[in-house]
């Protein structure tokens, strides 16, 4: 018994497939490495866990799921302890899921086994017991590898440079220094010093990057539809303990592991997160399988229900469930590199090569002119100090710290606005954004349906007329009578029992908006009819309504005669065994199956043509009005036709068959949803900003139109349809812009048939609206936007989730599906006019860098080049100090680059088309022109200037300076020679720190004036954060400057009070040549300057 046993844990094991992209290793009980590869027949037995996607690979520092990070596992056969521990742990929990026997023990068993009720739950105090017993129904959080990460935060960035330039100058001291100089040692110091103060700025950065992340993640709670005390309730996720009752519908995700103990016909799961197949999974209350992760009757954590509706009993909790349970075992996902970081590198290649370039120059002229002509003028440990100084300019120390700040700034600014990027990477692409398509209800309307009209036997009437003609009517067929009893019978939503006694606008409804629309419309004509007609009616069937088939269906048998006359018409015979499929749907899907209609006098008669133009005539009205119009019709069915068994498929498909022919029409229903009132707001604004918008949506091209005419998505008095794009040949669209195509409205058949040259017409539109289409058509219309743009995608529903997920951006509002926002990378909490920030601060966060960038360019790497080679290559004496170029790079500079991530949207940010990611680069030849063809050439001349100057006046003129390499001016003592230099470069030095406060003001704005766009006394551009900036920057200058102990060391001297004053002239005269630029750029946007613009 016990080998049968093993035997059996041993072929459970092998059906468990751990993935991680490059290997897969099937574990046995025995730890076996198999094969990879299996034949198709045996596809089934598996588990596999596979990765989400791109997205799901970032920086788990910079990515938010929404509850779980999807997981990925790699067995590798090492006899490492590391691996030995893994592998046993996952035998361990192959064992422990071989275990499981939910599934196949009957669903009283289950109630009995966890004390439940299937119809109440459990009780308050049950729950609050089970939770202290079994905890929070929430993931463990995940092992930190401190050593790793200790390790990355000092050695990422540039900290290796640091470091080996600190080595190499501790070599430089001693052992070859001869003798050794006191000033290298304190240079290696610092550069010590300035390697932990960075990785101390690394933790801090990420510690606040994590807290803003986390603090995403809790305003993104789950929660799920659970019976307590007998009524249905929300439940945060974390509150949900084993004995739960849960209802599941489309779009919801699982919350815990559940056995399915009431599922409709059509329920589906998507388990592509756990398994990586994306073909979904029937729900059913029988067990399939023997095997607990293959068996249909369980619903896993984690997983998504993209169809149908189910109810369900909680299994396992937290890290008992499957999903739990292979979380813990899971590695650190890998990292993957976003497309800003990939920019950052592109620049550091550039400024490398170029730093490399630099110091093999001085290599160059060292061996093979200096070291021969004047070999005492600089030898090796000058020469380390010098290579080290030059590598140490051109590397922006400041740039790492200022990315991460300004995307964590960014995202915690975004927060505050209700939009909440679940990655960091996300607000990086939402600047480069150039078409938005946007789904229709629940984005650009409120999803706060209402219907506003109903059609009984071709006569249209408000809600109100209907209720008065209800109340009128003596008649217990009166049409408006049956067509109450359809919409409250064929309905999936149902009432709060908690708001019971509230008037009916109030009323929590649970179910979708359109559901809720209808059934508050039943309510509306006849109060407290709908307990009574589903109290009436046994629904035995139930089929979901979804984007595909356009309709739902229930059926019902009747539990009380009287119930007959209060639902169909008078001459309708039903019998016993009868029964009422009833069925709401798109009208121009279900008018073809209609053969009868009910008339206004409430009787059953045949649909004839003329009723069938009148019915078509009505829905065009209200498609032209922006109303969306569902048509209700029932038919009754003989038991006799149908089977028995109303558990089977064969079932399903008898009732599917009688619902295509012999349809009684009893009337149609339109469903107004109101445009939120900041849309066209929103659409004009994105428009300025070069963005353009498209409409896909499921409803008529009619509605969908007079919906885009009101939101200012269409404003075009011609709008083209499918046959227009036949005008176009593939030379019209080549290299035109798309403003001279435009509107177009295309229903999601016309997609079906377009050509590539087609497709790319289409996008060439600048008002494009697509009507009627299914999530397939929505990821191709993403696709085909993909092809020469960055696309956004806004929607909130189940089918939205595939083109969320394809997207470069999907955007899901906070009321939408639990699908919709985990295949977000953003979601809006508010309402929908928050993108409008969003695209903002994503463009912002490319603006900062670049301003960042280009302060740090010309005194952190131009202007203090210049001193070495003017000292190698024309044996002047160095104008800036290896030591106080350290000191600009790691420490005046570092500060303001870092608070310039915390400056303000431009006024123009959405004025300006959206950045080209092909052309527009992070840092391009115009930013190295201004940076360092135009700023750094000026601080250059400046600092040498005064440099010299001060020398001239001190008796050593530039003249005898000139080609000296080291040999001293006639009549010059050494010690004064030395003392005076030293002064000199201290006063270059304090001409760049000055110069550059004047350049950080040049830089906070790229096209508008300082006068435009001031730092201080307006809420919308100022930034008092570059002051405290300013003034840490003035202290380090003072004390590197003025202490005295340290002056003898460092070489730094006090400098002369004119030469604190001076800069500010030249400073003042970069900042207004700046401000000219900035004026031409703006009075002639085509101009050359325009085109130099950085």
């Not at 209700?632 to 599917?656: D, M, Q, W, Y």
């Amino acid at each position: 018994m016990i080998e049968d046993e093993k035997k059996d844990a041993a072929l459970f094991g092998e059906r468990i497939h751990w993935n991680d992209d490059d290997e897969a290793v099937r574990v046995s009980r025995h730890g076996e490495r198999r094969s990879r590869r299996r034949s198709r027949s045996r596809s089934r037995d598996s588990l596999s866990i596979h990765r989400a996607g791109s997205r799901n690979r970032a920086d788990p520092s910079l990515v938010l799921p929404v509850t779980y990070r999807t997981v990925s596992f790699n067995i590798e056969e090492s006899k490492g302890k590391e691996q030995a521990e893994l592998a046993k742990a996952r035998d361990v929990t192959t064992k422990a899921l071989t275990d499981l026997e939910w599934h196949t023990i009957a669903t009283f068993d289950v109630e009995k086994r966890l004390t439940t009720s299937s119809t109440a739950g459990l009780s308050t105090e049950q729950a609050e017991r089970r939770q202290r017993e079994y905890g929070r129904n929430a993931p463990s959080p995940a092992k930190t590898h401190w050593f790793r990460t200790i390790f990355l935060y000092f050695f990422g960035g540039f900290g290796s440079i640091l470091l080996t330039g600190c080595i190499l100058v501790f070599v430089s001291w001693k052992p070859l220094g001869d003798p050794p100089a006191v000033a290298n040692l304190a240079l290696a110091i610092v550069l010590l010093a300035v390697f932990f103060i960075q990785a101390l700025f690394n933790m801090f950065q990420d510690w606040s990057t994590s807290r803003t992340m986390s603090s995403i993640k809790n305003m993104l709670p789950e929660e799920g539809h659970v019976i307590r005390d007998g009524h249905l309730v929300d439940l945060n996720a974390a509150d949900i303990v084993p004995g739960d009752v849960i209802r599941v519908k489309a779009g919801n995700k699982l919350p815990a592991d559940i056995r399915l103990i009431e599922a409709s016909s059509d329920v589906k799961f998507d388990r592509s997160v756990l398994t990586g197949e994306s073909k979904p999974v029937a729900g059913t209350v029988d067990h399939t399988d023997t095997n607990y992760l293959e068996t249909h009757n369980i619903g896993l954590q984690g997983t998504h229900c993209i169809l149908g509706s189910c109810t369900g009993i909680v299994v396992a909790t937290g890290d008992r469930t499957v999903f739990g349970r292979i979380a813990s075992l899971t590695n650190e996902p890998k990292v993957q590199m976003t497309t800003l970081e990939k920019e950052v590198l592109y620049f550091v290649i550039i400024i490398a090569s170029i730093m490399i370039s630099m110091i093999a120059v001085v290599c160059i002229i060292w061996g093979a002119f200096l070291k021969k002509k004047h070999p005492d003028f600089i030898n090796v440990p000058t020469l380390i100090v010098n290579c080290v100084s030059v590598a140490i300019a051109f590397i922006p120390e400041g740039l790492p710290i200022s990315i991460t700040a300004g995307l964590t700034i960014t995202a915690n600014l975004m927060k505050k606005n209700k939009i909440l990027c679940k990655s960091l990477k996300t607000v990086e692409t939402l600047g480069s954004v150039s078409v938005v398509c946007s789904d229709k209800t629940g984005t650009l309307t409120t999803a706060k349906m209402a219907v506003s009209d109903c059609a009984v036997g071709g006569l249209n009437m408000t809600i109100e007329n209907a209720r008065g003609k209800f109340g009128q009517s003596k008649s217990a067929t009166h049409p408006i009578i049956q067509l109450r009893a359809l919409a409250a019978l064929c309905n999936a939503s149902e009432f709060d029992a908690a708001t019971k006694d509230a008037p009916l606008a109030d009323r929590k409804i649970f179910g979708d908006a359109t559901d809720q629309a209808v059934l508050r419309f039943a309510e509306f004509v006849d109060p407290s009819s709908v307990d009574y007609l589903r109290a009436c009616w046994n629904k035995i069937y139930d089929l979901a309504f979804n984007s595909k088939n356009k309709f739902m269906i229930r059926c019902f048998s009747c539990t009380r005669n009287e119930a007959v006359a209060a639902t169909l018409s008078k001459e309708t015979a039903f019998n016993t065994d009868d029964i009422l499929l009833t069925i709401k749907g798109a009208p121009d899907v279900l008018i073809g199956r209609c053969s009868h209609y009910v008339s206004e006098h409430g009787e059953t008669i045949p649909l004839n043509a003329a009723m069938r133009a009148t019915v078509e005539q009505l829905k065009n009205t209200y498609s032209s009005q922006g109303k969306r119009c569902l048509l209700l019709a029932r038919k009754i069915v003989k038991g006799s036709e149908l089977p028995k068994n109303r558990e089977t498929s064969e079932f399903e498909h008898a009732v599917t068959r009688e619902s295509n022919t012999g349809l009684t029409l009893v009337g149609m229903v339109a469903i107004v949803d109101p445009l939120r009132h900041d849309i066209p707001h929103v659409v004009s604004t994105l428009r300025g900003a070069g963005i353009r918008i498209a409409m896909v949506t499921g409803d008529f091209a009619l509605t969908a139109l007079a919906i885009a005419r009101e939101a200012g998505i269409v404003t075009s008095q011609t709008v083209d349809d499918s046959t227009a794009l036949q005008r176009y040949s593939p030379d019209d669209t080549k290299d035109s812009p798309i403003s001279h195509l435009g509107a177009i409205v295309l229903s999601g058949p016309e997609l079906m048939s377009l050509n590539e040259h087609q497709w790319k017409t289409l996008t060439h539109y600048e008002e494009i609206v697509f009507a009627r289409t299914t999530p397939e058509q929505k990821l191709r219309i993403v696709r085909e936007f993909q092809k020469g743009n960055v696309v956004a995608m806004t929607g909130d529903g189940v089918n939205d989730a595939p083109s969320l997920r394809a997207a470069d951006v999907g955007i899901s509002m906070g009321s939408g599906s639990d699908i919709a926002m985990e295949a977000a990378d953003m979601v809006l909490l508010d309402t929908f006019s928050s993108i409008i920030i969003a695209v903002q601060y994503g463009r912002v966060v490319f603006d900062n860098l670049k301003k960042v960038i280009s302060y740090l360019l010309p005194a952190g790497s131009f202007s203090e080049f210049w001193p070495v080679m003017a000292f190698v290559a024309f044996g002047l004496p160095q104008a800036l100090s290896s030591f106080l170029m350290i000191i600009i790079c790691c420490f005046t500079d570092c500060a303001a680059a870092t608070m310039l991530s915390y400056e303000k949207p431009e006024a123009d940010v959405l004025t300006r088309p959206p950045r080209n990611t092909k052309k527009d680069r992070l840092v391009n030849w115009q930013l190295i022109l201004q940076a360092y063809g135009v700023n750094g050439v000026l601080q250059t001349v400046a600092s040498f200037a005064m440099a010299f100057w001060y020398l001239q006046r001190q008796g050593i003129p530039f003249s005898e300076l000139w080609f000296s390499f080291g040999k001293l001016p006639a009549g010059i003592d050494p010690d004064y020679y030395l003392a005076k230099t030293n002064e000199a470069s201290s006063i270059y030095f304090v001409n760049l720190v000055v110069m550059q406060w004047f350049n950080l003001m040049a830089t906070r704005t790229r096209r508008l004036s300082i006068f435009q766009h001031p730092p201080l006394f307006n809420p919308n551009t100022q930034n008092w954060y570059l002051f405290p900036a300013i003034i840490f920057s003035l202290a380090m200058a003072i004390f590197w400057l003025y202490i005295p102990p340290l002056q003898p060391v460092l070489g730094t001297t006090p400098v002369p009070v004119e030469h604190w004053f001076l800069p500010f002239s030249f400073g003042i005269f970069q900042l207004l040549l700046d401000e000219g630029r900035k004026f031409c750029v703006r009075r002639w946007p085509h101009g050359i300057l325009a085109k130099l613009a950085w």
